[in-house]
């Protein structure tokens, strides 16, 4: 069993979420991807959508895909909600067996030192990175803080999905490039114009009944 888990805030999910989810599925060959929306990332802002508006949104955009799943356990914890809580709580249902494959955006990769107990993060998943327009994977060494360059580059690793390690590995994988963003959709939807085609109608239909990113009249 292969489990691969990725973190968002899905304020609203997009086409740039779920095509990254896809093809680390398919690059890694994975039996399942874990969809797991955030509650108050604590280095980010406010999301805009509440926990349960963003949960339905994952769940309409993943229905019909037997590989992609949703994981809530961050919105049913109360307080601050870590990533690194997460993956031990994993580690500690699944075992220290299972392989397990984390996934981030090239932006969020870029500012890993930024995340609660960085460093042990990699002791309990293996971390891939998909590609993002406008973060340059290729000069990561350059754009990444001297320490975090330093404890990432031993650990990339060729694309293997044979490696025996069920941990500790860093993939840069090479993902379609789609320059998709919630920041931009909600943005679009508060000023009138179409997000259509950014993310899954189905999603955008549940956004617009619920009034979540329209502008204050
Ligand atoms: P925002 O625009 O509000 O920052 P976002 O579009 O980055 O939102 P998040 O839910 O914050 O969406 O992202 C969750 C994860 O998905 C992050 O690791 C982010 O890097 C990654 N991600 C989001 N959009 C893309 C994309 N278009 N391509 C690759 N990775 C993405």
Redesign the pocket.
């Known amino acids: 069993m292969r489990l691969g888990i990725?973190?968002?805030?899905?304020?609203p999910?997009?086409y740039?979420?779920l095509?990254?989810a896809e093809e680390f599925a398919d690059l890694l060959a994975l039996n399942r991807v874990d969809l797991l929306p955030t509650a108050n990332?604590p280095h980010?802002q406010a999301l805009q959508a509440g926990n349960v508006a963003r949960l339905e949104m994952v769940r309409l955009a993943i229905a019909g895909n037997p590989r992609l799943g949703l994981d809530a356990r961050e919105l049913q914890r109360s307080g601050p909600a870590y990533t690194f809580d997460s993956l031990c709580e994993l580690r500690a249902e699944l075992g220290p067996q299972l392989k397990l494959s984390w996934?981030?955006?090239?932006?969020?990769?870029l500012s890993l030192d930024r995340w609660h107990r960085w460093r042990e993060l990699l002791d309990l998943a293996h971390l891939a990175v998909?590609?993002?327009?406008g973060f340059d994977l290729l000069r990561w060494k350059e754009l990444a803080s001297p320490e975090l360059a330093e404890q990432v580059l031993p650990r990339i690793q060729t694309l293997s999905v044979t490696d025996p390690l069920d941990a500790g590995t860093i993939a840069l994988l090479p993902?379609t490039?789609?320059?998709?963003?919630?920041?931009?959709i909600?943005a679009q939807l508060a000023t009138g114009h179409s997000a259509r085609y950014l993310l899954p109608d189905t999603v955008l239909d549940y956004a617009g009944r619920h009034l979540l990113y329209q502008a204050a009249k």
């Open positions: 990725f973190g968002g805030s899905f304020d999910i997009h740039g979420h095509r990254i990332p980010r996934l981030i955006g090239a932006d969020s990769f998909a590609c993002r327009p993902t490039p789609l320059a998709i963003s919630s920041t931009a909600r």
